[in-house]
């Protein structure tokens, strides 16, 4: 059994767990911004009365985005108020880059203090011989009713002297419709039918969709807006805030993967996050609902870890908690078997255990019963990285002979184990026997003790890493430790110490490494790369249970 491949199954692994309730969407931060100084604002998105209780994804951006903008300059140093100030400019265009329309000429003189987009259905004509068609919406409030019917007459005009426009006009429940038919047209501009209610303007890519939005809003039975689980989730959520998003799991999926249906349409799977500015950073709130046997329950923890306390200042990913056997119970048996969470979850252990020949919950996940911390330490001189993991003794658990267990699957797999004495105590090392060959040196062959692993005993601890210079920093008090440091300080303070343990992240040095290693890191950089620039690191601590709804935070420390 490799060493590092075992480390890098059981990071994988403490990432699932620890951040199943979490969602790393992120929003960075000319009217007055100071009202969002206090976090945000006590609203819910009013757009959602025009979207179903099924549907997939909403994204509502909860205060107008100039307020977002002037706050980045007022918190950015001077040198960097002109990058903040083109990072806000590409949101909008990224956010409006499928509509077809453009935010400072076209929605800034009108926009109010709401944004919404979502995908409100999978296939909104049910006709199968033209394949699957989602419903798409865009919801904006407007603070000039005025100018916002000027837009939008302008638009028409503009189309109709142009010759591009194949305009209908079709009255429908007291709310007046307008598409555009040219089916050329409206392949360049997605969002081709537009309507105005109240003071909310709606843009859809289809004229159905839009009637399926005022058959929403006009019956409270049908829309998100009042769906008992939605609503729960955002009782749960008291902190003002910047943006709403919610997703709805098996209908999300479905989206994905371009089905008309959810293929297992009976299972309630949904998350809602909500995003707050707060002086040390961005915070994520987040409720998930779908975890079955979920009672109330309190956080366990009311500050770090002790076994937090070995991992050197320069770790740059880390989870720490307590329980990790009782944290895959809860995940396993809490989650439906055919959610799209619990098969993502199972693909992704199957996939690290066969190449080690290790299976995590009979192997590993039983002993780990107290606190546990895992590290990644980048080596000074370069190359692979190292690892650390830290698990605290439990007095149910024959801790020595699962320590055997592992040095006779070691040897099973080629490798020496060994006694070595280290610091205060003594350590088990795997090594590998390799003959090397010095070109310099008349090709003259040399024998060499590649370590592949190591572990000990420490305190109440035992710590396994994969290097002696790893081990040594752990288990050394003339190293200072990651919880010493201001950055993790800062990132406590930014976070409820009522928790179950924490998953953190230092972004910017940690990069390089995640996107050679887990390749979709590059995929979710790339759709956000102006916004991760900023972010110094990033922590998930997870927080109980309430009403069934599985509860956790997010914090971005950000440097502006």
């Given at each position: 059994m490799k060493f590092r491949r075992f480390f890098a199954t059981l990071i994988l692994g403490v990432i699932l767990f620890l951040s199943l309730a979490a969602s790393s969407v992120y929003w960075i931060l000319k009217p007055s911004p100071f009202p969002l100084l206090a976090g945000g604002v006590i609203k819910e998105p009013t757009t959602a009365i025009f979207l179903p209780r099924q549907a997939p994804v909403m994204v509502s951006l909860l205060t107008?985005?100039?307020?977002?903008?002037?706050?980045?300059q007022f918190i950015a140093s001077p040198e960097k108020r002109r990058r903040s100030h083109q990072e806000i400019l590409t949101i909008e265009k990224t956010l409006l880059a499928k509509t077809g329309l453009d935010y400072q000429s076209q929605i800034q003189p009108w926009l109010g203090e709401e944004m919404t987009l979502a995908v409100t259905s999978l296939d909104y004509d049910h006709n199968p011989d033209n394949g699957v068609k989602p419903g798409y919406l865009l919801a904006v409030s407007t603070k000039d009713q005025q100018l916002a019917k000027e837009?939008?007459?302008?638009?028409?005009?503009?189309?109709?002297?142009a010759g591009t426009s194949d305009l209908v006009f079709e009255p429908y429940k007291g709310v007046n419709l307008i598409a555009q038919q040219n089916p050329n047209l409206t392949k360049n501009t997605p969002l081709s039918a537009t309507a105005v209610v109240g003071n909310m303007v709606l843009f859809a890519n289809d004229i159905q969709v839009l009637k399926e939005s005022i058959n929403n809003?006009?019956?409270?039975?049908?829309?998100?807006?009042?769906?008992?689980?939605y609503k729960k989730a955002l009782k749960t959520?008291?902190?003002?805030?910047i943006g709403i998003v919610y997703t709805n799991f098996p209908a999300l999926s479905a989206w994905l993967a371009n089905l008309p249906i959810p293929e297992l349409p009976e299972i309630t799977q949904t998350l809602t996050i909500a995003f707050s500015i707060k002086e040390e950073g961005l915070v994520a709130e987040t409720a998930l609902i779908g975890v079955s046997g979920e009672s109330d329950r309190s956080p366990i923890l009311s500050e770090p870890v002790g076994a937090f306390s070995y991992l050197p200042d320069n770790t740059i990913l880390t989870a720490a908690g307590t329980n990790l056997n009782q944290l895959w119970q809860q995940i396993e048996t809490g989650l439906d078997q055919d959610s799209p969470l619990q098969q993502l979850l199972n693909r992704t252990i199957n996939s690290l255990e066969e190449p080690l020949g290790v299976h995590l919950a009979k192997d590993v996940f039983p002993w780990v019963q107290g606190e546990f911390s895992l590290g990644l330490v980048p080596k000074e001189e370069g190359g692979e990285a190292d690892w650390i993991f830290v698990a605290q003794k439990s007095p149910d658990v024959a801790m020595d002979e699962?320590?055997?267990?592992?040095?006779?699957?070691?040897?099973?797999?080629g490798y020496?184990?060994?006694?070595?004495?280290?610091?205060?105590?003594?350590?088990?090392v795997w090594t590998q026997l390799k003959a090397t060959v010095n070109p310099d040196k008349q090709n003259l062959a040399s024998l060499q003790a590649e370590v592949s692993g190591i572990h000990g005993n420490v305190d109440d601890y035992v710590i396994f890493s994969t290097s002696i210079e790893a081990i040594s920093e752990a288990i050394s008090d003339d190293y200072t430790k990651l919880i010493d440091t201001e950055e993790f300080q800062h990132v406590v303070e930014g976070l409820s110490p009522e928790n179950d343990g924490y998953f953190y992240i230092n972004w910017q040095k940690s990069e390089p490494i995640l996107n050679q290693k887990l390749p979709i890191t590059k995929v979710v950089e790339f759709g956000v790369k102006p916004l991760l620039r900023n972010i110094r690191s990033f922590t998930v601590s997870s927080q109980g249970s309430q009403d069934n709804i599985r509860r956790a935070t997010i914090f971005f420390n950000i440097g502006v």
């Open positions: 107008n985005p100039d307020r977002l903008d002037a706050l980045g837009f939008l007459q302008t638009s028409y005009s503009t189309d109709a002297i809003a006009q019956v409270p039975d049908l829309n998100l807006n009042n769906a008992p689980g959520i008291v902190d003002p805030r699962v320590l055997t267990q592992f040095d006779q699957q070691a040897e099973n797999a020496t184990v060994g006694k070595l004495p280290l610091l205060n105590t003594d350590v088990t």
